[in-house]
């Protein structure tokens, strides 16, 4: 019998990213010169530097080697983490929301998935269209209706992530059933397919957030990469908001046509 899958994971917000880009490989820098909207370029910013720090901590790499460090995209979307041109041994699973991501990082193949959501109200028509019977008795028998929604939403997006279908799956074929529930700590979850077979996998409450897991086989409790997560702390935010648009299309464009297949022409 194998040993549990063991899964590190790290958090970190938009103020952690720092502000330069020495830490952006050519391949990010051609695709963020093409972003109009700040709410996507802050977003991708966020996501790689979380992944990208993520894993050069589990290689024993400093913040200088994260350029080195790219994170890509397979044929279904799935992220896959390189280092020099070589691929990492490990499975890497990421997510972003308000202002926050989180990147985990399994030893070796199998695959996981997570997901980072805002404990926000959710209506009983989105309940009853992506929730199976169970999974909608579940939510309205619970003392906080929103919080149970947002939970198993979030656990239903891990296993997709597992399953490489995302939401292009219908969301009723997997079930989540919670095993166990108690803010602050990581809790047990499962998630059912049709064809009987389950996902396991966890869930933990940081204030307004939700962050699940789930993965292919049985896994330890996700361990942290640093000592005490931010995310314990954090608050949820849209700074996009305040600047939703970057600048012009048509100066973007131009930047963008410098890096051809993501070097500067004039470097």
Request: glycine residues 6%.
């Amino acid at each position: 019998m194998s040993s549990p899958l063991v899964v590190d994971w790290l958090a970190a917000s938009l103020s952690d990213v720092p502000a330069q880009d020495d830490w952006v490989d050519k391949a990010l820098a051609a695709r963020l010169a093409t972003m109009v909207y700040e709410k996507r370029y802050s977003e991708a910013r966020l996501a790689r530097w979380t992944a990208k720090r993520a894993v050069a901590l589990t290689l024993g790499l400093g913040e200088a080697d994260l350029r080195g460090v790219q994170i890509r995209n397979a044929p279904d979307g799935a992220p896959e983490a390189f280092v020099a041109g070589a691929p990492v041994p490990g499975v890497i699973a990421m997510t972003d929301r308000a202002d926050w991501a989180v990147c985990m990082v399994a030893r070796g193949h199998d695959r996981v998935g997570c997901d980072l959501e805002v404990v926000e109200p959710r209506s009983r028509p989105f309940v009853a269209d992506y929730f199976t019977v169970a999974e909608q008795e579940a939510t309205w028998g619970a003392t906080d209706p929103d919080f149970v929604a947002n939970l198993i939403w979030s656990a239903k997006e891990s296993a997709l992530k597992v399953l490489r279908t995302g939401l292009r799956r219908d969301t009723r074929t997997v079930e989540v059933t919670l095993l166990s529930h108690n803010d602050g700590i990581w809790n047990a979850l499962e998630v059912k397919e049709p064809t009987g077979r389950v996902l396991p996998g966890w869930w933990v409450r940081h204030g307004d957030f939700v962050l699940t897991c789930a993965a292919e086989r049985s896994m330890e409790t996700p361990r942290s990469l640093v000592a005490t997560s931010p995310l314990a702390g954090a608050q949820p935010s849209h700074r996009w908001m305040d600047r939703p648009l970057r600048t012009s299309p048509s100066v973007l464009a131009d930047t963008a046509s410098q890096y051809g297949n993501g070097v500067r022409k004039n470097q």
